[in-house]
């Protein structure tokens, strides 16, 4: 990426693919990705994208400092750059592993994003998009209601309900129930106290979301998960190609429908262009919360039924215990 002065640059940390494709048709704007898979499809495709900048590198290291340096803006007598905003999506994901893994989990998710954002007011860069979870609103998901931003907050807020009462909300959470969840809990309590503690300054905005599934609708980029995946519907599609041979749905006994666990599944490239629309919003605090979800929930029965009936094919899905750390419903 060549800075300019006469627009805006971004820097993403680490993100799934989907998200480059906004940016790539935003050629005002500079971009840097960090340790980004994109640029290794770029790369084999020979696609030249001269808004866009690769970085492989560990953003707790000298070598972000470094980078920043490139944009800072000199003669200034307070360092300043002209990168004007981030966003977060570098973070450990899996419910399972982080029970397992716990401080692999809390260094990476809530130290590295402490280390990030002190950097980052070094420079004076304080607008800042942090991709958070669902699992931040722990077992009140299993209440059968839609979760609101307001059900988690971090300093007490006002705010018109669904039936358009003012309501107020006070600091709290309930039931969390995975060390990943918690560290999403945390770093978002941490963000509120940041942006709070100077909120003429600087401009968060956290970003729950629900269960991203689907695939760029170009073509162009796919789902690929570099490990096993745990996620509903790369297993499913596993099955489908014959790289798995059966799905094990876990948990038939929830309060749901047909006792399978209910999801809000959100298509990765709607959640794309959450966070491209949070970056260039202005919020009226200096932090505010945004779920990305549909609204709308599905079992995993039904999940699999509608893939089977796409398909034309049949997914074996024998039953099994529920997974530690899951919970029944989670809906926006």
Known sequence: MTASTTSDSHLLTPVDSVTVNPFLYRVDDDVTFL?????????????????????????RSQDLAALLDEYAISGSSALRSRISGVIHFAAFKSVSESISQPIDYYRNNVCGLVDLVALLNTYGIHKFVF??????????????QPLS?????????SFL????????????????TSPYGRTKYFG?????????????????VALPYFNPIGCDASGLLGEDPRG????????ITNVLTGRRDHLDVCGSDWDTRDGTA???????????????????TNISAPFRT????????????????ALEQASGRKVPSPLAPRRPGDVGSCVA
């Open 35 to 59: 340790e980004l898979d994109a640029y290794l499809w770029c790369k084999a495709n020979d696609r030249k994208v001269p808004s866009l900048r690769f970085e492989n590198l560990d953003y």
């Open 131 to 144: 991709s958070s979870s669902a699992t931040v609103y722990g077992t009140k998901a299993d209440l059968g």
């Open 149 to 157: 931003e307001y059900d988690v907050v971090h300093h007490p807020e």
């Open 161 to 176: 309900d669904r039936q358009g009462d003012v309501s107020h909300a006070t600091p709290g959470v309930t039931g969390l």
């Open 188 to 204: 978002k309590a941490i963000l509120a106290d940041v942006a709070y503690s100077a909120p003429s300054k600087w401009s968060i």
């Open 228 to 235: 096993v995946p745990t996620n509903l519907f790369p297993v």
């Open 262 to 280: 209910i999801r809000d599944f959100i298509h990765v490239s709607d959640l794309a262009r959450g966070h491209i629309a949070a970056l260039d």
């Open 290 to 305: 945004f779920n990305l979800g549909t609204g709308n929930g599905t079992t995993v029965a039904e999940a699999i039924h």
